[in-house]
């Protein structure tokens, strides 16, 4: 089971995200495009840190953000 990532804020990485991890969530989604999915390279970049702290995986869609819109 995936947890989607859409608002990673610092709270949310070093809080939320470890807690989901602990009660079993083991992967995390983020989407590089769509206007209201969207992170930016610095939060997919903090998202796949707290995955590394946690042993999650992260899945991705790595469309261009710019290039599509």
Do not use: W
């Not at 495009?33 to 995986?57: C, M, N, P, W």
């Amino acid at each position: 089971m995936h947890q989607m990532v859409t608002d990673p804020t610092d709270a949310v990485v070093s809080n939320e995200l470890p807690a989901i991890a602990e009660g079993g969530v083991g992967s995390f989604k983020v989407f590089l495009t769509y206007d209201l999915l969207h992170v930016d390279d610095g939060q997919f970049i903090s998202v796949l840190e707290a995955a590394k702290r946690t042993g999650a995986i992260v899945c991705v869609h790595c469309e261009n953000y710019e290039a599509i819109r």
